[in-house]
């Protein structure tokens, strides 16, 4: 099994910054893929941004490329989400997830779930 907890979320006006943190604990050496989703009212998940933790290797979502950057601490199994330029469209609960996503953007393909943060960007 593994536990993952996010944290950092808030409420930031637009233009403002927030970084996000997804600490692991238990088995996660199969746990490759780590990934950001996100959530809005009314709307579907949907992929963030992702790390493949045993190259490294990131991947963002069209819509937040160049403004979100995704990294990992190995010492702490956590992985973070620094968020810049923050639109009020970001508003969402931010996920973070842990598999082996053969494809990294699908959610589908993660076991295993934090419990979520709220993002808030006002205007």
């Known amino acids: 099994q593994v536990q993952l907890v996010e944290s950092g979320g808030g409420l930031v006006q637009a233009g403002g910054s927030l970084r996000l943190s997804c600490a692991a604990s238990?088995?996660?050496?199969?746990?490759?893929?780590r990934g950001w989703f996100r959530q809005a009212p009314g709307k579907d998940r949907e992929f963030a941004a992702a790390i493949r933790w045993s190259s490294g290797s990131t991947f963002y979502a069209d819509s937040v490329k160049g403004r979100f950057t995704i990294s990992r601490d190995n010492a702490k199994n956590t992985v973070y989400l620094q968020m810049n330029s923050l639109k009020p469209e970001d508003t969402a609960v931010y996920y973070c997830a842990a598999g082996m996503a053969p494809t990294i953007q699908f959610a589908n393909g993660y076991q295993y779930w934090g419990q979520g943060t709220q993002v808030t960007v006002s205007s």
């Open positions: 238990g088995r996660t050496f199969n746990s490759d893929a």
